[in-house]
């Protein structure tokens, strides 16, 4: 079974079109995140959820809006896509504990291309 | 703030030797988490080990240890009899102890493999 699963795992889109990205997470976890790997590898956080309660917002354009209709899914909306959306973003999740390392389980990943 | 910084954008490595991948961070913190995951051509982020500060004895899971310095903020990787799967992206990341779970992630290292 999967752990943290990302629908669609490919995204091709027109600018200024809006599309979704979904996770779900089976791992009964209570914290979610959404990242951002650009063309260099390098990862940035976007958003956590911790029991469908926003607790990261990093500094994303406001195009981008998370929803956690309950705490094994985290969905991310993207509003009027731009060329620098491109991109791969990673749904995460783990179990949140003060004094615990809370590893942090991947999803696959959504490759998104803006044209 | 804390940074992580991995200062080898690429390595490379006969197979069958060892190599060894350097990770540095900075925090004013005592009590944290650090953790290197890999990421190969397929994408997915997978954790390969992880280390409590409090814990002086250095992790290891098989063919991968790290050599864990908490006064020179050090903690690198060694991949020893490395193998072909073992080519991939790697990524330190460090965890506060009682953060919002959030991790901090250095720019990664490509690791190549040579047959």
């Known amino acids: 079974d999967t752990a943290v699963s990302q629908t669609p795992k490919y995204l091709v889109t027109q600018m200024g079109n809006d599309k979704s990205i979904k996770c779900e997470q089976n791992?009964?976890?209570?914290?979610m995140y959404w990242y951002k790997q650009d063309s260099k590898k390098f990862l940035k956080i976007m958003f956590s959820?911790?029991?469908?309660?926003?607790?990261i917002n990093e500094t994303v354009p406001n195009r981008f809006s998370p929803k956690s209709p309950d705490k094994a899914h985290l969905n991310l909306h993207i509003n009027s896509l731009e060329l620098g959306d491109s991109a791969v973003y990673f749904c995460?999740?783990?179990?949140?504990?003060?004094?615990?390392?809370?590893?942090?389980?991947f999803g696959p990943g959504t490759r998104l291309t803006v044209l | 703030a804390q940074t992580v910084t991995q200062s080898q954008p690429e390595m490379s490595v006969q197979e069958a030797e060892t190599v060894t991948l350097s990770c540095t961070y900075d925090t004013s913190e005592s009590d944290y988490y650090l953790f290197w995951y890999k990421q190969p051509p397929s994408r997915q982020m997978i954790l390969v080990i992880r280390q409590e500060a409090y814990k002086q004895q250095n992790a290891t899971e098989n063919r991968f240890s790290v050599n864990f310095q908490k006064a020179a903020k050090s903690f690198s990787l060694k991949i020893s009899d490395s193998q072909l799967g073992d080519a991939a992206m790697y990524f330190c990341?460090?965890?506060?102890?009682?953060?919002?779970?959030?991790?901090?992630w250095g720019a990664g290292t490509k690791l190549i493999i040579k047959p």
């Open positions: 990341a460090y965890r506060s102890g009682d953060s919002n779970y959030q991790l901090i």
């Open positions: 995460a999740s783990s179990q949140a504990r003060a004094y615990t390392d809370n590893e942090q389980f």
């Open positions: 959820y911790n029991n469908k309660e926003l607790i």
């Open positions: 791992l009964g976890h209570d914290t």
